[in-house]
């Protein structure tokens, strides 16, 4: 398989805007000079995740990953290097050139979730390549599509297909690319019985199910037989790759329009999702027939806080939803909820309604969850007190959920009037509940098996005095390592003023020319890495900067270096114009910077050597005759602390 060429990868990394590519998965507010958001990567309720536009890099508090649009793709999507590229390649309509077919032998070396994600997009070609080119598949399945009123587009753009009736179609086309049975099998795609081999979704119309970036996850088939002995729907089997719990039906396609409207509608199946699409009202997704999941509601959170649930007008399962609200709210989302009349659903409704009388509808019809739960369950009730009161009980262990005090105290406020309660008790009611739960979570894990109980290794004995200064000189050795590499990432390629003897020259050259002489090198393996590329560079007369280690292969290695640049708050210079307010930078004075950095590394570098020595001449068993040698090694370093300090100075102040 041929690599991406190098001036094609400079194209992608300099047309990309990091903003735009973490925009689609994360919803992203200014803060500063930069954007913040909820992290994708763990369940945060406060915004640790950063994305600077100006230095095109993002920083996750929460979990310590950082990197570009290219290292984010390979963490959110699990990418490879390649993949992320073409990603966006595509996204921002970058040609790259045509590639060789994978061979069977490189499938074989493929990792397993790559092998899973390149047969999960063979067999969607495959599908809608059926439905098109196929007597059967355009007879049966392409008249499915169009009979409930799907336009072209619409299928094209959900590349909807079909799987032949003839039993080992799919499995048989697979085969013979190279594609091995077992991963056909794990995805669901093929089954085995008895010695016989056959499709999984044979005689189906079929809607690939998209990861966020559009990647194909899994399948769901809708059988055409009136057969009451025939499942309606098939879906594909978890995998390496597959899990229903956390994917949205149609998210890839929404998730622009929820950021923008702020809002996502939420639906049952996946008719309703491409109904309500070709209607105009791109904002929707499907849980896909599951109950509402934790996991899919912190998906959503990404992009809104707003949720409206859309229920059919005569389904059975609404009273079964509270379910999926209340996890809404633990979760701090806001909830709403719409009901259609009786024998409509978003398919049916939003073929006869104009978008904008949909939105009307939506607009005035949508109940928050205290009017929609109450009469739902009043409507029950009746005149029955117990029940009744029952029905508020379950409302005030609803607001229980809600983690922000302002909103719990608004629902309380509404349940109050609605039964005419005094608002006191149901706060004492409410905290009642919130310190009950506090409790069973947090006792519920005391046992043997609490990570602090089991993880945390037991000391036995107290670090001695000599154990404790080693470790903090270990951590000041390797903070001044780090900060010199910080400043050649950030400032590589500035110039340096040097004395009249001297020829100026960049941060990298001055650094690296210094250390060389000194013979010293970095003890962090990371830190060497980038200061061997830097020396390789200078050598070949290139000046690497940070610029150029957050563009490699290396996903260690861009966390490392975007961990080092940062993703600060800038000061505006209109700050500095209007107020006349004079702020100092550290690259205001660079050679300042610089010479106390290279002090300080130099430094540590010397008491290392003089700590050793120390360790030697304590020994019990040191010969005399080696203790007055290493007595005049230590008087040797102690004079090279002076002439580190005359040798620096030759840098002249701007």
């Not at 913040?36 to 309720?45: Q, R």
């Not at 392409?142 to 799907?150: E, M």
């Not at 013979?176 to 016989?196: C, D, I, Q």
């Not at 040797?636 to 580190?644: G, T």
Request: aromatic share 10%.
């Amino acid at each position: 398989m041929s690599k991406i060429p190098g001036h094609i990868i400079d194209e992608i990394m300099s047309t990309a805007r990091i903003e735009e590519v973490i925009g689609e998965f994360v919803q992203l507010k200014r803060s500063g000079s930069n954007l913040k958001g909820l992290s994708p990567f763990t369940n945060e309720k406060t915004p640790s995740f950063m994305v600077s536009p100006a230095k095109q890099i993002f920083k996750c508090f929460s979990t310590g990953k950082g990197g570009t649009s290219v290292s984010f793709l390979m963490e959110k999507e699990h990418f490879s290097y390649p993949e992320a590229l073409k990603w966006l390649a595509n996204k921002y309509n970058i040609a790259i050139p045509v590639q060789e077919e994978l061979t069977a032998e490189q499938l074989a070396l493929a990792g397993e979730k790559e092998t899973l994600h390149i047969i999960n997009e063979f067999a969607k070609n495959h599908f809608i390549q059926s439905m098109y080119e196929t007597d059967e598949g355009k007879s049966i399945g392409l008249s499915y599509f169009k009979h409930r009123g799907f336009s072209a587009e619409i299928i094209a753009q959900f590349q909807l297909g079909y799987c032949l009736n003839t039993g080992n179609d799919l499995t048989e086309q697979a085969l013979a690319k190279g594609h091995k049975f077992e991963y056909l099998e794990k995805v669901g795609l093929s089954k085995e019985k008895e010695g016989r081999r056959f499709d999984f979704f044979k005689g189906r119309v079929i809607f690939p199910i998209h990861s966020p970036s559009g990647r194909v996850l899994g399948f769901g088939g809708r059988t055409l037989l009136n057969d009451k002995k025939v499942a309606k729907y098939f879906n594909s089997p978890e995998s390496p790759v597959y899990n229903k719990s956390e994917i949205l039906y149609g998210l890839y396609f929404a998730k622009g329009e929820i950021i923008k409207k702020d809002l996502c509608l939420l639906c049952e199946g996946y008719t309703d999702v491409i109904s309500m699409h070709q209607a105009g009202l791109v904002n929707t997704v499907s849980s896909s027939g599951t109950s509402l999941t934790k996991e899919q509601i912190r998906l959503i959170s990404r992009y809104t806080k707003n949720i409206t649930i859309l229920y059919d007008g005569d389904s059975a399962g609404i009273k079964a939803s509270f379910r999926g609200i209340d996890l809404i709210l633990e979760e701090g989302l806001n909830v709403k909820v719409l009901l259609f009349p009786d024998g409509e659903d978003p398919d049916s409704y939003s073929k006869k309604t104009p978008l904008d009388e949909f939105n009307a509808f939506i607009e005035g019809n949508s109940q928050d969850f205290i009017g929609f739960k109450a009469g739902i369950l009043l409507h029950e009730a009746g005149e029955d007190p117990i029940v009744k009161s029952q029905v508020i009980r379950e409302l005030i262990y609803s607001i229980s959920l809600i983690p922000d005090s302002i909103t719990r105290s608004v629902y309380t406020k509404q349940v109050s009037a609605k039964f005419e309660l005094s608002e006191s008790m149901l706060s004492n009611e409410i905290a009642k509940l919130r310190s009950k739960k506090f409790f069973s979570d947090n006792t519920s894990q005391l046992d043997t098996n609490h990570p602090l109980e089991s993880e945390q290794p037991k000391q036995d004995v107290a670090p001695s005095f000599e154990e404790s200064i080693k470790v903090g000189e270990d951590l000041r050795n390797q903070v001044v390592e780090l900060e010199m590499i910080r400043l050649l990432l950030k400032y590589g390629d500035r110039e340096l003023a040097l004395s009249d003897t001297e020829e100026n020259s960049t941060v990298t050259q001055f650094l690296i020319n210094d250390l060389l002489q000194d013979e010293l090198s970095f003890r962090h393996p990371m830190c060497q890495q980038i200061f061997n590329t830097m020396v390789d560079g200078v050598r070949n007369g290139i000046i690497y900067t940070g610029n150029y280690f957050v563009r490699q292969e290396e996903a260690e290695l861009v966390s490392f270096c975007v961990n080092l640049i940062g993703v600060e708050d800038e000061l505006s210079p209109q700050w500095e114009n209007k107020y006349h307010i004079s702020t100092k930078h550290e690259d205001s004075n660079l050679p300042v910077t610089i010479s106390h950095a290279l002090f300080s590394f130099k430094q540590s570098k010397i008491a290392e050597q003089i700590a050793a020595i120390q360790v030697k001449l304590n020994q019990p068993d040191c010969p005399p005759e080696e203790q007055i040698m290493l007595l005049a090694e230590q008087m040797a370093y102690e004079k090279i602390k002076k002439d580190i300090a005359s040798r620096i100075g030759r840098i002249i102040l701007r």
